[in-house]
């Protein structure tokens, strides 16, 4: 139901928009989480949008580092850099709110590799 | 913003042994902590919702508690589909926070 983008390999200062499209749902009435995940580390919350009506909540170490957008049209999500860092290097999941509320996410996607080096 | 400070960070376990996790929150969240199971190379699975509610095809092995700020996941006896890296997640308060995490290995 959810399907990301495929594996970037960026060099530090470009610019990066990846993708996450749903299917099979109504795209506007969900909340989409996007998680990044280093390697070897832990799951951190980078924030949340409301496709329906693009309403944003970033995480205060996220806020001003990236910029999340909807497209409820074509019923995907992005996650958008406007210049990497090799500190950016990490996995990138979204996730689809369950039925009736914000914040449980029960449906996600396989993952965007990013790779940032010089 | 809210901290989950989950423990242990990694265990060894065998199959049938009765595991407990436990994150506890830096201030009160009501029922709102969900619970996930990571698998290598893979997103992570939805397990436990609102402390307690086991999510649908979720054996009944899983189960989550919570006394006052602390919340707890026990399975009861463990499989070898269970050796996985289980998180918290707290849904109360933005910004939303997830524990550090547990690994499950095999003893």
């Known amino acids: 139901q959810l399907v990301q983008s495929g594996t970037e390999v960026k060099k530090p200062g470009e610019s990066l928009k990846i993708s996450c499209k749903g299917s099979?749902?109504?795209?506007?009435?969900?909340?989409i989480a996007w998680v990044r995940q280093m390697p070897g580390k832990g799951l951190e919350l980078m924030g949340i949008i409301y496709p329906g009506d693009s309403d944003t909540r970033y995480s205060p170490s996220f806020q001003g580092q990236v910029t999340m957008s909807a497209d409820k049209s074509v019923s995907t999500a992005y996650l958008r850099w406007s210049s990497l860092e090799a500190s950016d290097s990490a996995m990138y999941y979204c996730?689809?709110?369950?039925?009736?509320?914000?914040?449980?996410?029960?449906?996600w996607g396989q993952g965007t590799l990013v790779t940032v080096s010089s | 913003a809210i901290q989950m400070t989950q423990s242990p960070s990694s265990l060894s376990a065998s199959v049938g042994d009765r595991l407990t996790i436990t994150c506890r929150a830096s201030?009160?969240?009501?029922?709102?902590l969900g619970w996930y199971q990571q698998k290598p190379g893979k997103p992570p699975k939805l397990l436990v919702s609102?402390?307690?509610r086991l999510e649908t095809g979720v054996p009944s092995r899983f189960s989550g508690s919570r006394s006052g700020t602390g919340f707890t996941l026990t399975i009861s006896s463990l499989q070898p589909e269970d050796f996985a890296t289980y998180y918290c997640l707290q849904d109360s308060n933005y910004p939303l926070s997830f524990g550090g995490g547990t690994r499950v290995d095999i003893k």
């Open positions: 609102d402390t307690s």
């Open positions: 099979g749902y109504s795209f506007a009435g969900y909340w």
């Open positions: 996730a689809k709110s369950k039925v009736g509320t914000t914040t449980v996410f029960n449906y």
């Open positions: 201030q009160g969240i009501s029922d709102d």
